[in-house]
């Protein structure tokens, strides 16, 4: 019996738990907390809202008992109230899956599977890129040590994410590559179905049915660097004219910007075209934050993504959405999923972090390779859930097909 315990229910995981469901293999989610499923302000988004998808059907579930307040900003702000290994017993769990150590209730879960003689299997997001200095890397090992040494099987989520656990001493025999991802199948039929819409769609959002459109999707926050799309259109546009960015998102760097921008379409100015153009600058459509079953309509319009982030970016799940939708994807060398999948598509699609000259080459690139939505959709599939499906049944099953002691 596996056991799986992970924050909230989010999106982006809920097709994995469906999928180990249908796969027959006997597991219950326990979740902290219910965030996600109501509405509620995300402050970096700057907007309130919940997911529109079904995130509970589909696999067992259960939430547990927390101190509260709960505050998910904080470490100590998520903690089991409730002993879990009488819930493990219960269950007669074998293994309990941890989504990483974010949150104390994280580190009990794991104490309390020890005692209970649980075997422990950790997915966590942490990659080799951080910039920390040698104290702070030394003072995180000593810190993670202890929790580390307790885990029986790493689901590596990608390159960068075993770089660090190797770092950290966990030996190759209890790591399993086991990649990041969406639900691939979903994006496919999707971008499929919208694929004659396409004019429509950009017209909607005041975009020419000829432009060049590059895609950013997230928040406009200071570690996506969104500013760094802005300065390498302004770069391009005496070579590309028509070039037109689509921001899809929010965030505390908005006003910014839209003041850096000919905008032609915001739907925070509740849509209409011509919204404030600006001679001489790049044009851009401001799309609003769009909620799960509508951000496909973003990759229907786009030519390419671009994530221009730091190392903060773990890994870059929007850039797996795009590619199953048939989009390439243009990141920077510090996004955790950068040598996982647009370098295996194309190295130049890679560039140096905060290199503006670099990432306008790497457009260029892309417009000019035109790779077909087929060859896009084979890299996207490395990364395909049931990668991770396979993962899990090889630590469950062995190589003998029996389930472990």
Known sequence: MLSILTSHPIQYQVPLWRAIQQRGIANKVWFLTDHGLRNSLDREFGVQFAWDVDLLGGYEHEFLSLHQPVDMSRFRGVRLKED???????????HLWVEGWRYQAFWQATQYATK????IVMRGETNALGRRGVAKRMARKLFLRPLLAKVDSFLCIGTQNRRFYEQHGVSSNRMLMAPYCVDNDYFVSVAERLRPERARLRAKWGIADDAVVVLFCGKFIEKKHPMHLVDAARLLMPECPKLHLLFVGGGDQGGQLRESLSVVYDQE???????????????????GFLNQSQVPEAY???????LPSDHGETWGLVVNEAMASGIPAVVSDQVGCAVDLPQVLDPKLVYRFGDIEGLKRAIQHCDKSRFSREAVRV????????HTVCAIEAVLYGQSGTLRD
């Open 116 to 119: 209970a003689g649980v075997r």
């Open 379 to 386: 890299v996207a599939g490395r990364c395909h859930l049931m």
């Open 84 to 94: 879990l290994g009488l819930r493990l017993k219960s269950v007669k769990a074998t």
């Open 300 to 306: 229907a319009v786009a030519d390419m993504l671009v």
């Open 269 to 287: 100015l509740g849509g209409g075209h011509d919204a404030s153009v600006k001679e001489g600058m790049p044009r851009a459509t401001f799309a």
